[in-house]
């Protein structure tokens, strides 16, 4: 069990869920919602009536007071941070402390989105960028879109480690390693090297397979004080430590191209947590772009700085590999409707209770893994938050 400082609850994971996911053609965004929450609580075998507290963002005008609303519920503890791709294990901190402190009993982390479907609709259009107001009108007049904004960043690596087009496209091909074992995922055909290499460019050096793919679908994840724990349907994963970080939103001032804001999130979650990356069993991390999943493995202290080229080679990224990451096949290969951090709790806590079916991760003898990191990066870099989970 997590050790919280006198006087403070400890906070467990109790109940995890996906709503459907992949191409959605039939479901609204809201639809997502209840039925992620629903099969979050009924994982939990926890009652509605213990939830006090929700975390929501990116639907609606206020995000958590019209899902609420739309689930039934009439939570006194809430938030609505929006961090982009880390919000979810940014509100998974906030709602740790605020149960550890006494502020709420149980809170509902819960996402959904029809990106896909609404795009294929015609109900919205692909944007290029997140805005023209504020800093960001300094850059949009170039063409400095979300995606040439990572391409920069990887060329920078490239340049000043080495780092190959070669292994960055290892990451997409482990990936799909992994999602060839989850039967969720939207694609799971193997892929090569040369074929990640050679598909269309998007924006250089990141060809088709290099980004993640667009999906609809929904997830949510229950965390609750211990005293609930005994009443739950499940194994617990405990909550052992968290940090949240923000770096820029201006590419002018971000200090070093190839150093994302998990280089302190990281480091915080792991101090709190009281253990260091070597003790870790597995790791889900944001993989909009393959460049994403290498720097973070480095700032989170799996390997060196510039050495993360050579650190995701031989397989290592798998499931039957030194660190598997990733496994249900990440947002390059298994679903990416949005903001997806919460997918990335979702199947850590799935990994630690021995759920993940084919693709469950196993240690030396056949045994589970203990130790867990999810780690989400917002915007273009922009953000961070890294939770350490354990089990039992």
């Not at 609303?69 to 998974?92: K, N, Q």
């Not at 493995?297 to 993360?308: N, R, T, V």
Request: proline content about 5%.
């Amino acid at each position: 069990m997590a050790q919280r400082p006198r006087g403070q609850r400890a906070v467990a994971v109790v109940g995890v869920a996906l709503s459907d996911c992949g191409r959605v053609d039939d479901a609204t965004a809201y639809a997502l919602h209840a039925q992620a929450a629903r099969r979050a609580l009924a994982d939990s075998g926890l009652d509605r009536a213990v939830v006090d507290g929700l975390a929501s963002a990116g639907l609606g005008t206020l995000a958590p007071v019209e899902v609420a609303e739309y689930l039934g519920l009439r939570p006194t503890w809430v938030d609505s941070t929006a961090v982009g791709g880390s919000t979810w294990e940014v509100m998974a901190a906030h709602a740790a402390d605020a149960i550890a402190a006494g502020h709420a009993n149980a809170v509902l982390l819960v996402y959904g989105s029809t990106a896909r479907a609404d795009l294929k609709a015609g109900r919205r259009t692909a944007n290029l960028s997140f805005g023209a107001g504020g800093p960001l009108q300094f850059e949009v007049p170039y063409g400095h879109t979300l995606i040439s904004k990572y391409a920069m960043a990887a060329r920078r690596h490239m340049h000043e480690y080495g780092t190959t087009l070669e292994q960055l496209a290892e990451v997409a091909v482990q990936a799909r390693s992994n999602a060839a074992r989850n039967p969720e995922a939207m694609y799971r055909a193997p892929i090569t090297v040369d074929e990640v290499l050679s598909g269309p460019m998007i924006a250089d050096p990141f060809t088709k397979l290099h980004c993640c793919l667009r999906s609809d679908g929904g997830g949510a994840v229950l965390l609750a004080a211990e005293e609930y724990v005994p009443d739950c349907a499940k194994p617990p994963v405990w909550v052992l430590g968290s940090g949240t970080s923000v770096s820029h939103t201006s590419m002018a001032q971000w200090p070093d191209f190839t150093v994302s804001p998990a280089a302190a999130s990281g480091r915080l979650a792991f101090e709190r947590a009281g253990v260091t990356p070597a003790e870790i069993d597995l790791a889900e991390i944001y993989d909009a772009f393959t460049y994403m999943t290498l720097v973070t493995l480095e700032d989170l202290g799996f390997c060196a700085k510039g050495e993360g080229g050579a650190f995701v080679a031989d397989g290592r990224l798998t499931v039957d590999g030194a660190l598997p990451v990733n496994t249900d096949g990440g947002g390059l290969s298994a679903c990416h409707p949005g903001m997806r951090g919460l997918f990335l709790l979702v199947e850590a806590v799935r990994q630690l209770r021995g759920d993940a079916g084919e693709r469950q991760v196993r240690k030396a003898g056949g045994r589970l893994p203990e130790l867990a990191v999810a780690s989400g990066t917002g915007g273009w870099f922009c953000s961070s938050g890294t939770m350490v989970l354990g089990r039992g």
